[in-house]
Every structure is written in structure tokens, then in C-alpha cells.
């Protein structure tokens, strides 16, 4: 079967740094997405890593290991709205979106 | 409009009642997905289209029908609503299958 594999929630302070890791087994890779929701919202697309390495876009960071099955999110300099859940996704070989649990990220002062 | 619209904002429904979710896009996206997400789980799909007239089926359409007549609208159906239908529904869409999605807003549904 398919998996998706998140921490189910983290703590952090602010102003500090953290890093949400994200480990798969999906039929076929395609491409790894990071979403963020804050509470009661809708999805909203942070990243999109298809090659090893990181990608780096403002405070915000994402690394691919395709070998590991493995990626994650670095978020820099956090912020009280930084607090929300994390979403990791997968395009596997149908080319749909395998999506995990979603971490949720709580930043205390 | 702009971007992703979604009908109703939120419902209660009695069990055994038909419902319709509404959804509509502006992007001339060919794309277009309907999820649930519940607590503790990850967004599963119900169903999805890839360009106007053709939809499948994802990985929980038991219970769910959607049809694609056009390039912006995509209702999802709930024949005969059971309370195990009570979630939060989202509508996507994306220029193709493998391009980022955009969420609408959600409807909050619930089945009693």
C-alpha cells in the first residue's frame, strides 16, 4: 500500500528554527508537494520539489532525498502565524496526490 | 469570481436527504478534484476530473457521483447521505494532473 508518514504535531518557539520531516512509500514518485492549512482554512501550496536538493523560498525551505523516500520542511525565523498544519504530498505513478495526516505546528512565544 | 468558490459554506442534513455540493473554478484549470479531510486523516479523494466530460474515481467515491459538463463547475452528489458523510469537503483544481492544486474554501457537512 501507500504511506505518508508526518509527526502529528510539533512545538516550537518563536523566532526559532524547525524542520517537519515527511517519509513515503508510494507507487512511482512524481514529485513531492508541501501545503499549509491553518485551522478552519483551505490548503495552501508552499512547495513543490521533483529533484534531490533543497529548495529554498524566503523563511520557508524544502529538501528531497528520492533514495530515502524522504523529505522535509525547514521553516526559518518562525512566527506566531506560522502556526498551522503542514502537509506533505505525494504524486505517485497515476500521477494523483498521496497525501499525509499533516503535522500540526504549535509556535509558543 | 476569483479562483475557487465553493457551496454551501456549511450544512446540516438529515440522513437519507440528497445533496449537492457545489464548486466552481475561474482559472480555465483542466483539472478539478473533490476531498474529504477528517480528523486525524490525511485528504482522501473522492473523485476527479481531468478535463471537461470525463471524471474517476479516487480513493473513497462509494456513496459520492460528480459530473464535468463544462470547464469550471464540478458538483459532487450525495445520493442517500449517511452520517459517516459528516466531514469537510474541499474542491481543487490544477491546470493538469500533475500541477499544483488550489483549494476552495470547503464546506463543512454534517449528517444526522
Known amino acids: 500500500g501507500q504511506n505518508i508518514d508526518q509527526p502529528t504535531e510539533m512545538t516550537a518557539t518563536e523566532g526559532a528554527i524547525v524542520q517537519i520531516n515527511c517519509t513515503y512509500q508510494?507507487?512511482?514518485?512524481?514529485?513531492l508537494f508541501w501545503y499549509q492549512q491553518h485551522a478552519g482554512e483551505a490548503p495552501t501550496f508552499l512547495s513543490y520539489n521533483v529533484l534531490d536538493g533543497l529548495e529554498e523560498k524566503g523563511r520557508f525551505s524544502s529538501f528531497l532525498s528520492r533514495s530515502k523516500g524522504y523529505s522535509y520542511l525547514l521553516l526559518k525565523e518562525l512566527q506566531m502565524k506560522d502556526s498551522a498544519s503542514y502537509l506533505c504530498a505525494v504524486v505517485d505513478s497515476n500521477y494523483q496526490l498521496i497525501w499525509g495526516a499533516g503535522t500540526k505546528l504549535i509556535i509558543k512565544p | 469570481i476569483a479562483g475557487i468558490t465553493q457551496a454551501p459554506t456549511s450544512q446540516i442534513l438529515a440522513a437519507g436527504r440528497r445533496m449537492t455540493l457545489r464548486c466552481t473554478q475561474d482559472m480555465r484549470h483542466n483539472a478539478m478534484y473533490w476531498y474529504r479531510q477528517d480528523l486525524g486523516l490525511g485528504l482522501r479523494l473522492i473523485h476527479y476530473?481531468?478535463?471537461?466530460?470525463?471524471?474517476g474515481k479516487g480513493e473513497v467515491p462509494d456513496g459520492y457521483s460528480v459530473s464535468r459538463a463544462n470547464t469550471d463547475d464540478f458538483p459532487l452528489t450525495l445520493a442517500s447521505a449517511v452520517p459517516s458523510q459528516t466531514s469537510v469537503y474541499f474542491c481543487a483544481s490544477s491546470e493538469s494532473g500533475t500541477d499544483t492544486q488550489y483549494f476552495g474554501p470547503g464546506t463543512r457537512l454534517t449528517v444526522l
Open positions: 476530473s481531468n478535463t471537461a466530460g470525463t471524471t
Open positions: 508510494t507507487s512511482g514518485f512524481n514529485g
